[in-house]
């Protein structure tokens, strides 16, 4: 059993640092730990690594994917990274940026709805289901009258920054445990 990891981001050095960018920052730091290259995909937009998480003798399959588009054209990569590896929509854990939960608060589930996010809009879109697991990276919302959409494309503050590697970290041994030991023990560990 395999299962795809996809961060969810924008291209470019113009969205490199900001808050929608953490569910393909929080990938590129769970591919650095296991030093894994992302490569350009034969047959998918999408930077992907193979390899395996978890203690030796029970390790799990796991493919890393950042599709290389803008957000809300994100469903196609995925879907063709899917295909590729032959794996069901049930095996896709999704990462992404949550702006209903504060600032470095991780939440795992499975299924549910898009809340707006156009990047899990176009990925039901492309796969048929919302049912796929999904870890929910918290960003906050924006203080005074800033727009959410402004928001979650501006920079980190400072203070974010500083906590940044902390909370990466912790959102990678969040996706190595629902990755080997399921949804039930991983929520009771990391849902704060």
């Known amino acids: 059993m395999t299962f795809?990891?996809?961060?969810?981001g924008n291209p470019g050095p113009a969205y490199a640092g900001?808050?929608?960018n953490i569910g393909a920052m929080a990938v590129a730091e769970l591919a650095s730990q296991l030093s894994v290259k992302l490569s350009r995909h034969k047959k998918a937009f999408a930077g992907v690594g193979e390899s395996h998480i978890g203690i030796p003798g029970s390790q799990q399959s796991?493919?890393?994917a950042i599709p290389l588009c803008y957000m809300n054209e994100s469903g196609g990569p995925i879907k063709s990274v899917l295909d590729f590896y032959d794996v069901p929509p049930e095996n896709?854990?999704?990462v992404h940026d949550e702006l209903d939960i504060d600032f470095s608060t991780i939440r795992l589930k499975f299924g549910g709805g898009d809340n707006g996010h156009n990047g899990l809009k176009s990925i039901k879109k492309s796969i048929g289901t919302g049912d796929y697991h999904r870890a929910r990276l918290g960003i906050g919302r924006p203080l005074g009258r800033q727009a959410p959409a402004d928001f979650v494309l501006s920079?980190?503050?400072?203070?974010?920054?500083?906590?940044?590697?902390e909370f990466l970290g912790r959102a990678c041994d969040a996706l190595e445990s629902l990755a080997t030991d399921g949804l039930e023990r991983s929520q009771s560990k990391f849902n704060s």
Do not use: Q, Y
């Open 4 to 8: 795809v990891i996809a961060g969810l």
């Open 155 to 165: 920079p980190f503050s400072s203070s974010e920054r500083k906590e940044l590697p």
């Open 18 to 20: 900001t808050r929608h």
């Open 92 to 94: 896709l854990i999704v």
């Open 62 to 64: 796991v493919v890393l």
